[in-house]
């Protein structure tokens, strides 16, 4: 079983910058891939961002290119997501996410966390 929680969202203006973190629980969860999605209002949730066990490999959504960053600690068992210049249409619920395959993250499958609130204004 592994437990994911998430913290760091908050109120930020368009253009500003936040960093999500998840801390993660469980066993060798160090070895797990572990992602990023999010989930607007009225919308699917969508997938932001991927992580392979090691830190070597990621993935990001098109939309958060750029502007986004995934990293892992793993002698901290917590996973961040930087995100700089956002914009408005990022407000959403951030969800984490793990997983032991890399494709299993990407596709939605594994742990979730609860989700944290990040609201862009303008």
């Known amino acids: 079983q592994v437990g994911l929680v998430e913290s760091g969202g908050g109120l930020v203006q368009a253009g500003g910058s936040l960093r999500l973190s998840c801390a993660a629980s469980?066993?060798?969860?160090?070895?797990?891939?572990m992602g990023w999605f999010r989930q607007a209002p009225g919308k699917e949730r969508e997938f932001v961002a991927a992580i392979g066990w090691s830190g070597g490999r990621t993935n990001y959504a098109d939309s958060v290119k750029g502007r986004f960053t995934i990293s892992r600690a793993n002698a901290e068992n917590t996973v961040y997501l930087q995100m700089n210049s956002l914009k408005p249409e990022d407000t959403a619920v951030y969800y984490c996410?793990?997983?032991?395959?890399?494709?299993?993250?990407?596709?939605?499958?594994?742990?979730w966390g609860k989700g944290t609130l990040v609201t862009v204004s303008l």
């Open positions: 996410a793990a997983a032991a395959a890399y494709s299993a993250v990407v596709d939605g499958r594994g742990y």
């Open positions: 469980g066993h060798t969860v160090s070895s797990y891939a």
